[in-house]
């Protein structure tokens, strides 16, 4: 290379030898605009500002709250006979699985019925996604059983126990309402993919242990979750095994999983396995009622109330002792309700290549549920194996929820002494062919292969719910999750660039076998920001490079390090950042270096010039790009002046 | 630019057209490199595994161990006068100060002067900084006095309370020597600059308020810490202000700052700030003693035990219910001391030019805890104001502390007596002289003008503190910085890219004013690692430049963005990430656009492979540059095929 080297590239200086410094700018602009960066990334009212005049601009802005204002006027009689066969198909997948979940919060199973009414509703009239099917979900149902169960007990004071379920539905819609209006769903990012896969298949290994009960036909049983003191409940009392209801059970399941398979396999067929547990439940219910098996230890569903969601505002607890109860269990569950309920519609979103504002759906899935909580529902939200059935079915709008609606609807008005007969034990056996769909051990083969740390997030959280409980579980996941994060940014990786032969361009060496160091000349990169919590590793690290190579060089007599080239391009730092490079040019003036930083961003010279390192090392070492950098660090080596600063100008002339 | 003036260009391709996958290490491997690289980053035992035979070896680890075996056997004549010197100066400093921390930490006063005698023994044996001086600190003797204080009264049960003080210290040098041992020390980093300066800001304000009970003479004081709480304290009882105490007090705090400020303007007389406290305590004694002010509301220390420390083995309380109290209070205040002892150490060690193991500090800091914990010894760190003494006086090695400790040793077998007569407002205005320092305002100017929210964060630490206790400004400021840490990683920063013109370089375009576009290519560069907490960000982000792109250049009737370039420099991803390349990946394609890779790392190429991304996108859409992969795609488009995927290699023969 050497100086005349570096003159014969053309890709030299790109504008010109200085790397700007940006103008101040008053500091509620950059509070202002860093806000919108970091609140309103995606500029969700850009379609209302757009408009002119009040009037169409109050009409964007309803739009915005309510997209059905958006897809309703075009709405087609060929879009609705397609919504129409989704619904009808998700309604009868929704009612025997809201009896199942209901009862798996330990709640009165009409319940379940009447969380698939008054939420599907408002959610089409506020949700954006196309293909979300509201509706209970069983880790949601199983959470608010266990949280609530372990401080009120829901066979001896079952009114208060209800009371407090509405009122945790009511503060999670409230949380999730929130959350999307104050733009806080990053929030719910923190739950990372690895973490809901371990959680998800935890949680669904718990759900399926749990139906030990209602297959075994148990009268009594733990309350805990866990596989220990289920496998202890389950195995104390082997003479209280029914053959009768493991029979019926196992028969079911087994049905329920050949059309699940069938489905899987020809996606054509997906009704089958929708309609199987409708068919299961009318299949058992006159098995039961013809044989009168409810007399021979077969448990069955008993008397539903006949008519629609009663109003249920005035059962809210808002005193104490319990309200803190109903509230904490209302924020974790409606985080894990939420966190399923975005994930749902974003992938569908996806495959049919629309976008959805995952604040804005917040609003809506909280407003569903602050509504449900005022009318006997309980917590919902977008479950993954209905939407997937809502969108195999052709919906096309959430017209489809309304037709589900509208048919729960018909039934709880008709059609609910028809479930008098149906055995428990068809609902498990539901229930356990739902979940072992969760259970998505492909997917954490998946992460091993790919990233062991994922991979033992995954199975922290699983294992933390399995053998913990859900609460357990969801901290661990959630705290490895953080920590690795954390343990990231404190313990950021640095290489030793070097040249490409004939070019400009540094690359890692480790990397790219034909980089080639440059004598005299340190290159380092960095790969995280420089903040708090790297400042001093960093500081280490970089010293211990110097060190070694120094160590290499002398071994082969070649030039010890005279220019340590830092490659700044990574974004950010803060106070501490700067310190340590302070620091660090004082420490390297001392052992006779030269600290060159190269192509710093914006952000980073603003800080760089206000904490008055700039200053301090001279505008004159830093460079646009690291080529320019060893280009004039190579200049001063090979005129015989190692050490000396030479005026930038000078050099940039001699070198481009 | 185009397919011609790329191939002008020179600055081409680096390592041939492909980015090398690296090949597959086995798992072990890469983990133990991690490993290394996460605990090991400074490879400390390098000196211990150079050498050959075991007896060397032994010798290196003992060395490594115990630092005074290095320069022990080196000591000189000249050395010994410099320590000797120092040291007589800090043992000045560090009776008066000993004594008046002791006070803080509702301990009795003679605990101060045993604190100051073994432990700076076993740091002298142990430690690898040169000029730290071991002693008690304000804010964590202020810290324990709080804590325990809080369940156990030092005034109804001092034996108790002591014996609690002693078993926290233990728990404290545990937990300081395990984070060595375990190579931990970098959980010390997540204190950061910005936390401390608003917390020892904030505890250097509480301790100053809480000397107005000293200065004012008052016998009833509140126990609660905060501004609230201590001005109604003082207030309510404005008649039992004692003028005598209150005009001893100011006259001695006159003295304290007219020295302090006489220092600072000249460095080369440090003694006069060094020796002041023990003058005046001195000179106060001797007034009490002549005036017999004792008996006219000047509260005197009483009488002090001859003899050196009393072993303390038996006293400490392994058993419920204190031991969990003792225990919380050695881990807080463990940590707060172990920070400040490193960071003080790391400071000396950056201005005298060597380096200092932080791990190997903590093994240092937390043994003479444990020894301290067994000899009547409270905990014990590196006070900035006592090294820099130390500093000051010239010291040259951990001699000087033994000579502290000989002199401590001296006053605790003859002296003890001669301070019966000091007046305990004297101490007050010691304790308040040496907090003034601690108060940092230019240090927070410095960080308001730097970066705003490191200003938040210190001041959160500092109302935390002051408004609420030491406990909640800690929790406070820990949480704002690692909330911090998150929000930038959950909201990094993304920025078009654009050429230089006559270069293969593309920079930031809101930063180099003269970069340009190409047409139908859109290029990024995301500033963080694609991870979990991001990656659903990143992703609406990313379709959001490409929204506006695409709008900007409808309205110029420009060419539309065929190609997405994202500049990968920055090292990291997850499963969530790759999962979101492979949905954008496929977003993309549904729009008719290629997604382009430029410049990924080995570690990303390796997960971008094991998760078939790297398939799906295809090897040919990867670039090692920028311009690279610019060229290429400008080819394309200009043959007149746009979102032809053409063959990598002869792309490559046609730019070259």
Redesign the interface.
């Known amino acids: 290379m050497g100086g005349g080297g570096a003159g014969?590239?053309?890709?030299?200086s790109?504008?010109g030898a200085r790397?700007?410094v940006?103008p101040a700018r008053p500091?509620l602009d950059?509070?202002r605009a860093n806000l919108k960066?970091?609140f309103f990334?995606?500029?969700p009212f850009r379609s209302v500002v757009r408009e002119r005049g009040a009037a169409r601009r109050t009409l964007a802005a309803l739009r915005y709250f309510f997209p059905f204002l958006e897809w309703a006027p075009a709405y087609t009689l060929g879009a609705f006979r397609a919504d129409l066969v989704a619904g009808i198909t998700i309604a009868s997948l929704a009612i025997p699985q809201g009896i199942s979940y209901a009862k798996l919060a330990n709640l009165p199973p009409i319940l379940g019925l009447y969380s698939s009414f008054v939420p599907p509703l408002v959610y089409a009239l506020m949700g954006s996604s196309k293909d979300l099917a509201v509706g209970t979900v069983a880790v949601a149902s199983l959470l608010i059983g266990s949280m609530l169960g372990s401080e009120v007990s829901p066979t001896e004071n079952p009114a208060l126990y209800l009371h407090l379920a509405l009122t945790a539905t009511f503060f999670a819609g409230v949380f999730q309402a929130s959350l999307g209006l104050l733009r806080l769903g990053?929030i719910v990012?923190?739950?990372?993919?690895?973490?809901i896969v371990g959680f998800m298949g935890g949680a669904a290994t718990v759900v399926c242990l749990q139906q030990l009960k209602g297959i075994l036909g148990l009268e009594r049983f733990t309350t805990s979750t866990d596989v220990v003191s289920v496998m202890d409940s389950v195995f104390s009392q082997t003479h209280q095994w029914r053959w009768e209801s493991v029979l019926l059970g196992s028969g079911f399941l087994f049905f329920l999983l050949v059309t699940r398979f069938i489905s899987k396999r020809r996606p054509k067929l997906f009704w089958i396995s929708a309609a199987a547990p409708l068919t299961s439940v009318i299949l058992g219910s006159v098995l039961v009622y013809l044989t009168h098996a409810e007399n021979h230890g077969i448990q069955v569903i008993g008397y539903l109330k006949k008519g629609l969601n009663p109003p249920s505002v005035t059962s809210l607890q808002f005193s104490p002792p319990y309200m803190m109860l109903a509230l904490k269990t209302g924020i974790i569950t409606g985080v894990i309700a939420l966190a399923e309920g975005i994930a749902v519609g974003?992938s569908f979103a996806?495959f049919k290549?629309y976008?959805i504002d995952?604040n804005k759906e917040m609003i809506a899935i909280g407003t569903m549920n602050i509504v449900g909580s005022f009318t006997s529902c309980y917590l919902t939200t977008g479950p993954f194996s209905r939407s997937a059935v809502n969108y195999n079915a052709g919906c096309k709008t959430a017209m489809s929820n309304v037709v589900m609606s509208l048919a729960v609807m018909f039934t709880l008005l008709f059609l609910t002494p028809l479930f008098h007969y149906t055995p428990l034990v068809v609902l498990s056996a539901i229930i356990i062919s739902a979940m072992l769909g969760l259970i998505d051990y492909q997917g954490a083969i998946?992460?091993w292969?790919?990233?062991?740390?994922?991979f033992c997030v995954c199975m922290g959280a699983y294992l933390g719910v399995v053998f913990g409980s859900v609460e357990i579980g969801l901290v661990v996941a959630v705290s490895i999750?953080?920590l690795r994060?954390?343990?990231?940014?404190?313990?950021?990786?640095t290489?030793m660039l070097g040249n490409?032969p004939?070019?400009?361009?540094y690359?890692?060496m480790?990397?790219?076998?034909?980089?080639q160091t440059v004598p005299g000349v340190l290159v380092l990169r960095i790969?995280?920001?420089i903040?708090?919590?790297?400042?001093?590793?960093l500081r280490?690290?970089i010293?211990?490079w110097i060190d070694e190579e120094e160590e290499r060089t002398q071994g082969k007599g070649e030039m010890g390090v005279q220019y340590v080239v830092l490659d700044m391009?990574?974004?950010?730092i803060?106070?501490?950042g700067?310190?340590m490079l302070d620091?660090l040019k004082?420490?390297l003036e001392?052992?006779g270096m030269q600290i060159v930083l190269a192509?710093p961003?914006?952000?980073m010279?603003k800080?760089l010039d206000?904490?008055k390192v700039l200053e301090l090392i001279g505008h004159e070492w830093i460079f646009?790009?690291v080529g320019e950098a060893v280009s004039s660090c190579d200049y001063v080596l090979h005129s015989h002046k190692p050490g000396v600063v030479m005026d930038s100008a000078a050099a940039h002339e001699n070198m481009v």
Chains 1, 2 share one sequence.
Do not use: C
């Open positions: 014969a590239n053309s890709g030299g790109p504008a790397v700007p940006p500091f950059t509070f960066e970091t990334p995606d500029d990053f990012d923190f739950l990372s993919h690895a973490t974003r996806m290549n976008n995952g998946h992460l292969q790919v990233d062991k740390v994922d999750s953080i994060v954390l343990l990231f940014i404190a313990r950021p990786r290489t490409v004939n070019t400009m361009i690359r890692r480790d990397q790219y076998t034909t980089a790969d995280a920001p903040y708090f919590t790297n400042a001093s590793y280490e690290r010293l211990r391009a990574v974004g950010s803060d106070t501490s700067t310190s620091e004082k420490t001392r052992r192509n961003g914006s952000e010279m800080k206000s904490s646009p790009t």
